[in-house]
């Protein structure tokens, strides 16, 4: 399976900040997702990062609030904007070929305080 | 609405016995399951997958059963060891247009492997 980092592991952010998080994978792959997990909440998706297009967002989640880059086929960033203390959250990105096989794979997550 | 629910919280197994977890769904245009497994400040690692149109499958320790009309499925690992303790996550998923969508979570269940 694929390798995925993510930067920053961690970060505590003051409120009305900005953060970016950046996801990087060892081989190409179809489609990147991003998932945020709040305290003892399950993981919720944001968004599909796709390659050369806008990212394709769930209900509840906004492009002014969680911008997404996905310059190529293996990396892709998520921008947590003008941030408050109830986006604090664990934020994972996940990667998925479809050419291969159909299951995820995940990083190893950005756990973000915001005060 | 959650469409993905794992009603045990927690799960307490003796060591060497079987273990098993349960998931109901309620989108019946899911057509792909996935268990994962996560330990702290880790993201979750896939175990092991079934796809719709089958009702069984086995993955050395550990087996996933789907029941479509019930729309439940269930995670078996036997014999249960201490490594297994972590959060175990149900998960599902739809392929619509040009590629698949992302994953819907349940709560998760923590599974606690007793000597």
């Known amino acids: 399976s694929a390798v995925i980092s993510q930067k920053p592991s961690r970060d505590i952010c003051q409120r009305g900040t900005s953060l970016t998080i950046q996801c990087q994978v060892d081989s190409q792959v179809t489609m990147m997702f991003w998932y945020r997990q709040q305290p003892g909440q399950s993981l919720t998706l944001i968004a599909t990062?796709?390659?050369?297009?806008?990212?394709?967002?769930e209900s509840g989640f906004v492009i002014d609030k969680f911008p997404i880059s996905r310059p190529n086929l293996t990396f892709s960033t998520l921008t947590v904007s003008n941030m408050s203390p109830e986006d604090s959250s664990i934020y994972l990105c996940?990667?998925?070929?479809?050419?291969?096989?159909?299951?995820?794979?995940f990083g190893p997550g950005t756990r973000l305080t915001v005060l | 609405d959650q469409q993905v629910k794992q009603n045990s919280p927690s799960l307490s197994v003796q060591e060497g016995r079987i273990s098993i977890l349960n998931c109901d769904y309620t989108n019946s245009m899911f057509d792909y399951f996935l268990w994962y497994k996560k330990y702290p400040a880790e993201g979750p690692t896939f175990l092991i997958s079934?796809?719709?149109?089958?009702d069984k499958n086995e993955d050395g320790r550990f087996t996933v059963f789907l029941n479509k009309s019930a729309k439940h499925l269930s995670l078996h690992i036997v014999p249960s060891q201490p490594g297994d303790s972590a959060v175990y996550f149900c998960?599902?998923?739809?392929?619509?247009?040009?590629?698949?969508?992302?994953?819907?979570f349940g709560k998760g269940t923590h599974l606690i492997i007793q000597p």
């Open positions: 996940s990667v998925e070929d479809l050419l291969v096989r159909h299951e995820q794979f």
């Open positions: 990062a796709n390659q050369g297009s806008e990212a394709t967002y």
């Open positions: 998960a599902a998923r739809t392929f619509s247009g040009g590629g698949a969508d992302g994953l819907t």
């Open positions: 079934i796809s719709s149109i089958k």
